[in-house]
Structures are given as C-alpha cells and as structure tokens.
C-alpha cells in the first residue's frame, strides 16, 4: 500500500530540543517550560504557573498525573499535579540536596526522582533513597518500571532490580559477541525493551538475557534504532537509513515483523535524542533536528491508524475476512481466536471486538457503514488486514 509523509505540526516554544510524553490525556512537550496539546501538536497550551525549569512528567495513579521542577540553584524539586490536565497545581517540595534532577518516573502509588549522583528518589507514604552501583564518573539516564522489574541506563550500562530498586545487577545487552549501545528503555506488556544500535532488543528476566526482537523487512540485519515508543496496538522505531535518514518501522501485536511506515523524516543527518518519540492517540509525535538542515527541525506526526500507511502483503492462505448482512465473517483454517478493530478513513479506531474461535459471525452495530480498514489479530499470529465497504 502507499505510504504517506509525516506532517510538520506546531513546535512548542518550551525551548529545544523539548522532551515529549503522554500525560494527563495531553501531549506533554516540556525543557524550560511546559505546554500541553490535546490535538497531537496542532495547538499548545503553556502551563505559566510551573515557574521552574521542568524535568520530568508523568501519570501517577487515579487520574492524578505529576510534573517536577527545579530551579538553576535549587537543592530542591517541586512536585505539581492535575487531574484531567487543564490546570497544574502545587503538591510538595523534596530536598535532594546538592544533586540535579534528572527525570520523573511512577509505578504504582510511588513516584521517583532520578538524580545526577547515581541516586534514586522514590517517594509514597516516605522517602526511600536507591543508590545504583554504577563505575566512578557514571551516571544515570532513565528509569523504567514494570511489575517485579525495574530497569536503569546509564552511562555505564543497563542495570535491572527485581526487588523494587533495593538490589541491581549490571545486565547490559550482548548481541553477536558485541556489546551494543543502547538509546532508550521502555516496558510493554511487562518485558523490557530497549533501542540499540542493533535493532530493538527484549530482555528475559528468567533467563537474563537479551535477544534480537523480529525481524526487519527488506533489511539483512538489524538497523541502528534511535527512538522506540509502544502502545497497546504497536511498538514504534525510528531507525537510522543507509543514507542515514530516519525511517520509522512499526511492529503490531502478535507480529514479528518490523514494517517501515510512512516516508523517511525529510531531514538529512537528523539528531535525536530520548524522550523525542510518542505514541498520543494513535498518532506517532517526534521531534527532530538538523545543524544541516535548521529549516526542517521541527515536530511532526503520523497518524498510526491511517490504513493506507503500511506496507502490507495480502491476507495470509486460508485466512476470509468478508462481509456478512449483520457484520463481518472470519475464517481462520487453524480455527484460531482472536480480536479485530475497525478504523475508518480518519484513522480513527470505530470498533474492537475479541472472538474465541473461526469461523465465525461477528455482528457490528448498524450505523457503521461506508468504507472501513479492518485488522484482525490472530492469537500468536501474523495480523491480517483488509479493507472493507458496508
């Protein structure tokens, strides 16, 4: 299918380059200040009453999201929270000291702030101190956290604890005899996965190793992967081309397969840095620049959900997916369950159903009519994908 090109959105005048995450049902773009956008970059809203310089967001728990500050001289850092995103409102100062913040994680009921001095702040009921044993000169870059893990990088490499920070083991990926560099951390679905200079790779906490993750079409080995971020659906790259553009690749759920999608970004040696990769409401937002190309720096999006995005080969031998006066019939000719969404011509997802066994007659409500893209998730399969006219 064709591809489309990325679409140049609003930068956010929070200074550069900013970070971005996902918060408060917004699109969080924050450095010397922060701005939120519930248009995926279209339109910013500045948050004023943050005075400090911002260094780290994030969803806490029971809608409740955080933000942390902290000033050019401050031995402190300010927490500040909101709940639905509209406006953000002071919670508590933390004394950290001499140190820097570096960034703001949570799991559970616990925030943590991440420092310059290998130490790790968690906050909930107390305040804990977590010191990573990291080489002399080291430091961190960013914390993860997954139930029964918790995953640190730094300048000395990839630390992981499965006793809530109180122990840490080194356990750095080595991919073909090589110890490769890794860009950026994140979990999904429990397993932590990290950007590399080799592709994107999946530790295994029972066996603490690491592992190529898919495969990637049309490439003989694995790219050079700058940028990751995942939802529910996907887990998405940013992956350095041959001419050394950058070019995203999306792996859907239970697929194994590393499909580029949309054109490459439209800036030559482009420069990336963590936290400049976002999945915000099906849509991929990134932030690149160029010291070669200043006029194309800038931030852009890609709407994950348009059908016409992928490259996608046809439906897999055996596989129907057809349909019926009341819906849609599937035919899977290993009898195999699953589940199935539909997306219109917005890219918006219209309907998600799950179904236990093939075939089957999946009813669809009435006023879904028109054209629809309809991506069926097998168990443990390759997704089948077609388009549809009810």
Not at 43 to 56: C, D, E, F, R, S
Not at 131 to 139: G, L, M, R
Not at 361 to 366: A, C, I, T
Request: with cysteine; charged share 20%.
């Amino acid at each position: 299918m064709a591809q489309r090109p990325w679409i140049r959105a609003v930068s956010p005048n929070v200074g550069a380059p900013p970070r971005l995450a996902v918060a408060a049902n917004s699109l969080v773009a924050y450095r010397e200040v922060m701005s939120t956008s519930i248009d995926q970059g279209v339109n910013w809203t500045p948050h004023v009453q943050i005075p400090a310089k911002v260094l780290g967001v994030t969803d806490f728990f029971s809608n409740v999201s955080l933000c942390a500050s902290q000033d050019a001289k401050g031995d402190s850092v300010d927490i500040y929270f909101t709940q639905g995103g509209t406006s953000w409102s002071f919670s508590e100062r933390l004394d950290i000291g001499d140190r820097r913040m570096l960034e703001l994680e949570s799991f559970g009921q616990t925030f943590y702030v991440v420092t310059d001095a290998n130490v790790i702040i968690a906050r909930s009921l107390g305040i804990r101190e977590i010191t990573v044993p990291v080489a002399e000169f080291a430091s961190l870059i960013d914390l993860e956290c997954s139930d029964g893990l918790f995953a640190v990088l730094t300048t000395d490499g990839v630390f992981v604890s499965t006793d809530n920070g109180n122990s840490w083991v080194k356990q750095h990926p080595t991919i073909n005899d090589a110890s490769r560099t890794v860009h950026n951390l994140l979990f999904r679905d429990g397993v932590l996965l990290a950007s590399s200079d080799y592709g994107v790779l999946a530790y295994d906490a029972a066996s603490t190793t690491w592992s190529v993750l898919g495969h990637w079409e049309g490439l003989l080995q694995p790219p050079s992967v700058r940028a990751i971020a995942a939802d529910a659906q996907r887990v998405i790259t940013l992956a350095e081309t041959t001419e050394g553009r950058l070019q995203m690749y999306r792996l859907d759920a239970g697929d194994t397969t590393w499909i580029p999608t949309a054109y490459e970004l439209p800036l030559d040696q482009p420069q990336t840095d963590r936290d400049l990769l976002v999945i915000d409401a099906g849509w991929a937002v990134t932030f690149v620049s160029s010291t070669v190309d200043a006029d194309s720096t800038g931030l852009y999006r890609y709407n994950l959900n348009d059908f016409t995005s992928v490259q996608d080969s046809p439906l897999p031998p055996g596989v129907v997916v057809r349909t019926t006066s009341a819906g849609l019939y599937l035919e899977h000719p290993d009898l195999e369950g699953g589940s199935v969404e539909l997306v219109d011509l917005t890219g918006r997802s219209v309907f998600e159903g799950t179904f236990r066994s093939t075939p089957i007659d999946l009813s669809l409500p009435d006023h879904l009519r028109g054209l629809f893209g309809v991506v069926v998730r097998w168990n443990g399969r390759t997704p089948a994908r077609t388009v549809i006219q009810r």
